[in-house]
């Protein structure tokens, strides 16, 4: 698990994989170009937690974070809470990616509720949910644990949806590595397709600069808008 904490405005909670370290480059490159004065009200300081120190020490010193150490799944609301409580926004991109249901209940399911409730002791308002299309791999035959798997996910989208918090929930498409090409296509509802984990990292820097966007959900697919603009086009009002 790791959470981040960019100038002490954001906790994350994820996995130490390709969209975390995307998470900490996109939000480094777009703090530093950034106006004088949005960059002043960004300084401060920033934390990523990790359940291995070695493995976050150096994308973190890069992105010019303190590295702590602590698992999700071990951690009470309250030790969450108390990691959350000079922050903004909690963004939850933890998922076990259809494991043993034991670990997806733990972290799909109770994980989620338990960052919410943490959010709630914290006092912090804004809850980001990266979720899964529902139509994913629905062409496949999939095993039981990954049928567990999406609707554990889908109870997390209800519970988030139903919470009294400023919420967002983010579903990408098939995640895929490779670098990211700046153009998406986001919205209310979208095809099933596939887009990079550096396109979701970048798009989810956007989403949490614009506070516009509250209480809705919305589908992330490859595509041929900007980043930026696809981001704007869904603020509402």
């Known amino acids: 698990m790791c959470a981040v904490s960019l100038a002490g405005s954001k906790v994350c909670i994820g996995r130490e994989g390709s969209i975390a370290r995307g998470r900490l480059h996109h939000w480094h490159h777009r703090r530093h170009r950034w106006s004088a004065g949005t960059e002043t009200a960004l ?3 920033r934390r990523v937690w990790a359940r291995s120190p070695g493995r976050a020490a150096g994308r973190t010193r ?10 999700l799944a071990g951690m009470t ?8 409580g000079d922050v903004d926004v909690i963004v939850f991109s933890a998922g076990s990616n259809g494991g043993s249901k034991e670990v997806t209940k733990a972290i799909d399911g109770d994980g ?3 960052a919410m409730k943490a959010a709630g002791l914290a006092g912090v308002e804004r809850f980001v949910l990266v979720s899964v299309l529902p139509e994913s791999w629905r062409e496949r035959n999939l095993g039981d644990e990954v049928e567990y798997y999406f609707a554990v996910k889908k109870g997390a989208d209800v519970a988030v949806s139903r919470s009294d918090l400023n919420w967002l929930i983010v579903r990408p498409s098939l995640l895929l590595d490779g670098p990211g090409s700046g153009t998406v296509s986001l919205g209310p509802a979208e095809l099933h397709g596939e887009i990079t984990r550096d396109d979701v990292a970048a798009t989810l820097a956007e989403l949490l ?3 516009r966007i509250d209480r809705q959900i919305l589908e992330l697919n490859s595509g041929s808008t900007p980043i930026e603009e696809a981001v704007r086009a869904n603020v509402r009002g």
């Open 62 to 71: 890069r992105a010019g974070c303190e590295a702590r150490v602590g698992d």
């Open 77 to 84: 609301v309250e030790e969450l809470a108390a990691v959350s």
């Open 112 to 114: 989620v509720v338990k």
């Open 209 to 211: 600069h614009e506070p």
């Open 43 to 45: 300084s401060g300081r």
